[in-house]
């Protein structure tokens, strides 16, 4: 029996402003009610895999073990780069080479790393096997 992933749960101050910056690097959705707890995800009623950002009392204290790459569906990593800072990300590590590869490391608005990547159209088709295990 396989399990599927629900949501990828991000533990914040503030769940409605970071659900609101991913959401908008995403063009995703956000969904709340009275509760605190915020998700985003591409559709509703049938979202599929989701974030979930969930209040807590303590800050962030170390880097964390778990981060997403992203990737643009339109347009290049370079600007999606630059709409992410504009969002309020911050970068603190840049892997671009001369030869256009590479990703960069950036900061959600509360310090959760993650990378963007070149999109489809800049990557060209993939020519590495995958394997399946199990």
């Known amino acids: 029996m396989a399990l599927e992933i629900h949501n990828i749960t991000f533990d914040c101050a503030d769940s409605r402003g970071l659900a609101t910056f991913w959401a908008g690097l995403l063009g995703w959705n956000v969904y709340y009610d009275d509760d605190p707890e915020v998700v985003v995800a591409p559709s509703y009623p049938n979202p599929g895999m989701g974030l979930l950002f969930i209040p807590v009392p303590e800050g962030k204290t170390a880097k964390n073990r778990v981060h997403l790459d992203v990737a643009p569906d339109e347009g290049t990593r370079d600007e999606a780069v630059e709409r992410a800072v504009a969002a309020g990300a911050t970068v603190t590590g840049d892997h671009r080479k001369d030869d256009g590869t590479g990703w960069v490391t950036l ?8 990378c963007i990547e070149r999109g489809a159209a800049e ?6 096997t995958a394997y399946r295990i199990g």
């Open 107 to 114: 900061l959600d608005p509360e310090g959760n790393e993650f």
């Open 123 to 128: 990557r060209g088709p993939r020519t590495s």
